[in-house]
């Protein structure tokens, strides 16, 4: 029972941390033409993939759908920031690229990016954050094989 009370708290520590860092992303980032979820996503982009990714890298990288990302730069194609480039050798295969509009903004995105997330992390020391990382990705991966032997199954 103990165990059971643990785990409910536990879980719905993490929700509530959830909920606060998107809402204190949103604040932070939210810009006239979009939200601070879109914000993060051009973030994302930029850091890890400024000359361009497919939608299907970003689902495994991020750990979301391929419907949710598609729809999120569509949208975002729509405001001007992203472009999709096709594939000469697959024209099913379209690459997701910034465009010059986010590229001559890059500099404020990723500022104001950085400085919510130090917000957010400052209560924890560098050890605490690897920790936290460390803990993530585990539950991350055990529901990721959990999806996948359900899929099996099903």
Known sequence: MIEEFQTERLLLLLKKINIDMELRLEK??????MSGTQAYFLVYILRHHPGGTYITELCH?????KATLSTL????????????????????K???????????????FLSRAQ????????????????????????????????????????
């Open 61 to 65: 990288e991020i750990g979301v759908s």
């Open 73 to 92: 730069a569509k949208k975002l194609r729509e405001k001007g920031y992203l472009c999709f480039e096709e594939n000469p050798k697959d024209v099913r």
């Open 28 to 33: 932070a980032l939210r810009k006239e033409d």
């Open 94 to 108: 379209k690459k997701l690229v910034p465009t010059e509009k986010l590229t001559v903004q890059e500099e404020e």
């Open 115 to 154: 400085q919510v997330e130090e917000k957010i992390c400052q209560v924890l020391d560098l050890k605490e954050r690897q920790q936290l990382w460390e803990l993530e990705h585990k539950i991350l991966i055990g529901l990721s094989e959990k999806e996948n032997r359900q899929e099996v199954t099903a």
